[in-house]
């Protein structure tokens, strides 16, 4: 399986900034542009239809979308959207959601509710009119959505960390992405956890790509990278923390951490994540010091690394940096 190399993109930008790095970074030979999904930014589809446009080449979608806030036709909605828009270059991202409490979402039997989403987009897309009767969700006899699709299977990706939803994924999903890890320990986690969902179906745990992507600040000034990053693994440390088995973060640092990015002091959080943790959870330094974190997830057996927000000190300049200093030094190296 060929290593492959995405862009995360937070969706907190202007008309116009989307095509613009989404330019950039096909140019300089990213494979995948991802949008994420998160609580309270702008709804994926809008940057992924401006990426759409000014591309001919990467994969899109968004990492990831939730059946809690987003019924499974409208998921197969937008991702129809994407993929007409790109020709046939759109992925499906299902997870479950983070955050949903702050909006009065509940998100009950999460599993199954992953499964039948991923189950019913497909049913739609693929043009059955059969109907659907499942624990969560139902699509009477008949429905069938009324405009054309590109393609009625889009590879999916399924997000998850825990041991349920990385079976899921290898029951029935093209990948895994494992967001908010830099961690090479996490890939054996991983696998062994997506063969508990292959094996019993006939698949190989080795089909399933597994995805590993973080925070990312590269920039030829290492150490203001790195504290900039320390600030931002800051904010969710108390979540991805408890996530990997792996980590070992003691509980109590955690703890100092999560206390002062509640009263808002974010930096002084960011000042306490020392190099061992900060280097769990995140990209950050140089372009020598973010392609050698990024080469170690590489020989673990990542299958892409995703490379997130926000990039560098600016933008644009991360993008850049990392497509013309980081990029080569791994495609050098990558099978």
Known sequence: MRVEFGLGVQSDKRPGDYARLARVAES????????????????????????????????????????????????????????????????????????LGAVGIDQPRPVAALAEAAE????????RTDGFDGKVFHLAAGTALRYPVQRPDPPLLIGAWGPRGAALAGRIAAEIKVGGSA????????????????????????????????????????????????????????????LDPTAGVPADLVNRVAELVDRGEHEAAGRLVPDDV?????????????????????DA????????????????????????AVLPLLRREAP
Request: hydrophobic share 50%; charged share 20%; with cysteine.
């Open 28 to 99: 300089h030979g990213f494979d995948v542009l991802t949008v994420f999904g998160d609580l309270m930014f702008q709804p994926p589809i809008f940057p992924l239809l401006e990426m759409a446009g000014a591309t001919t080449r990467v994969r899109l979608g968004a990492a990831c979308l939730n059946p809690y806030s987003m019924a499974p036709y409208e998921i197969a909605g937008q991702v129809a959207a994407l993929d007409l828009a790109s020709n046939g270059r759109a992925y499906l991202g299902l997870a479950r959601g983070t955050w």
């Open 120 to 127: 019913v987009v497909y049913h739609l897309l693929g043009g």
């Open 183 to 242: 961690n090479p320990a996490m890939v054996v986690v991983v696998r062994d956890r997506l063969r508990a969902g292959a094996e019993p179906v006939g698949r190989s745990a080795d089909d399933v790509r597994i995805v590993l992507g973080a925070v990312t600040v590269v920039d030829r000034d290492g150490a203001a990278a790195r504290a900039k990053a320390r600030t931002e693994v800051a904010m969710y440390l108390a979540v991805v923390a408890e």
């Open 278 to 298: 900060l280097d769990l959870f995140a990209f950050s330094g140089t372009p020598e010091q973010v392609a050698a974190q990024a080469q170690k997830l590489i």
């Open 301 to 324: 057996g990542v299958g892409r690394v995703e490379f997130g927000t926000p990039h560098g000190l600016t933008d644009d300049g991360g993008v850049e940096l990392l497509g013309s």
